[in-house]
């Protein structure tokens, strides 16, 4: 009966991982799905993973015993990039890395980032979204474990929720550094549906694999469809990145992640919002994979289908 523990089950990417796993897992599979806040998880969403036969403990990421108490026997476990950035994400991965080797874990699945693979001298001249990914694959590649790693690129899902709130307070008005280039934005439900399809062991050994929506699209292209779908009459403008980045400066975002963006009008800090446009204006996300349909056996999700489940917070005219 082979176990396979699927951490931060609690959030978005990783319930929709938990769910994939569900219905795809063998009926001698072992499933464990783990959370950080076991009381945060809705009842009907653990009554639903307990009547498809998992079992739910508690984990955290900053606690190696919790996390050695679920891998004893583990022929698979996940490790979801968190939100923090540096050191204390790159510790965090430690902590999980470390605990599956202690636990003779067989192989482990990261949910890496596009562009971590690059080979650079110097930290500084990666991207900044990439640097702690590939700082935490080459700690896998050091463990001696075996991988299965995902190098997600940006989700289609950021638009919506983190750039798409900010319109209004820019004057209705998407301010982009993404420099007219194409990028292939994937759906984080397909990003958790490989790393189920990962855990349960459909990839390959040692493998990574680039998860990219179905084709290259312009950000000016989803906000025409956004504008298109509540009639918000919206502008969209290129800028620099020494333009974005002083005009959201003047308005007090901060250059770093300060932990608490409930009351900036943009949930990303500069860097990471830089980056994001920089992913795309630099061709990083301007090839796309089979890797989605690989691995689940269904093409990637088109992204106005990944869109609509966000229509009711599309901004309004
Ligand atoms: N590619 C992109 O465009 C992009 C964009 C944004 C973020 N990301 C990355 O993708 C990851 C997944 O995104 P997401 O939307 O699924 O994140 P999310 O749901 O917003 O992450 C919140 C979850 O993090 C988990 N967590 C918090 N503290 C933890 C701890 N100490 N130990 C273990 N888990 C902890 C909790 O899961 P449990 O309740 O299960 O513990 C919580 O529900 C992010 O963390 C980030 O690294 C990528």
Redesign the pocket.
């Known amino acids: 009966m082979p176990k396979y523990v699927l951490?931060?089950?609690?959030?978005?990417?990783?319930g929709a991982a938990a769910s994939y796993a569900l219905d795809i897992a063998k009926p001698d599979d072992e499933i464990v799905l783990?959370?950080?806040?076991v009381d945060?998880i809705s009842a009907v969403t653990l009554k639903d993973w307990i009547r498809k036969g998992a079992r739910v403990c508690f984990a955290?990421?900053?606690d190696a015993e919790s996390l050695r108490s679920v891998f004893v026997g583990a022929e698979a476990v996940t490790l979801?990039?968190?939100?923090l950035l540096g050191e204390g994400r790159r510790c965090?991965a430690r902590t999980v890395i470390d605990a599956a080797k202690q636990c003779g874990v067989k192989r482990i699945c990261y949910?890496s980032?596009v562009g971590a693979g690059m080979q650079a001298e110097r930290e500084e001249d990666v991207p900044f979204l990439p640097r702690d990914h590939r700082v935490i694959e080459a700690y896998i590649y050091e463990s001696g474990l075996e991988y299965n790693i995902q190098r997600?690129?940006?989700?289609i899902d950021?638009i919506p929720v983190l750039f798409g709130p900010s319109w209004k307070i820019c004057n209705d008005r998407w301010l982009s550094n993404s420099h007219g280039k194409a990028g292939a934005y994937v759906a984080?439900e397909d990003c958790g549906r490989v790393l189920a399809s990962l855990l349960l062991g459909r990839g390959q050994p040692n493998t990574v694999y680039d998860v990219t929506g179905p084709e290259a699209i312009t950000d000016e292209r989803i906000f025409e469809w956004v504008c298109s779908q509540s009639g918000y009459q919206g502008q969209f403008v290129s800028m620099t990145d020494e333009g974005l980045k002083k005009f959201w400066l003047d308005r007090g975002l901060p250059s770093v992640n300060s932990g608490n963006s409930s009351n900036l009008p943009m949930k990303l800090c500069i860097e990471d919002l830089l980056c994001c446009g920089e992913m795309v204006a630099k061709g990083y996300m301007r090839n796309t994979s089979n890797a989605v349909e690989e691995l689940t056996g269904q093409p990637a999700i088109a992204f106005q289908v990944a869109l609509l489940k966000y229509r009711g917070i599309f901004p309004q005219p």
């Open positions: 951490t931060r089950a609690g959030g978005n990417l990783g783990t959370t950080s806040d945060g955290s990421y900053d979801i990039s968190t939100w965090q949910t980032f997600n690129y940006l989700y950021n984080r």
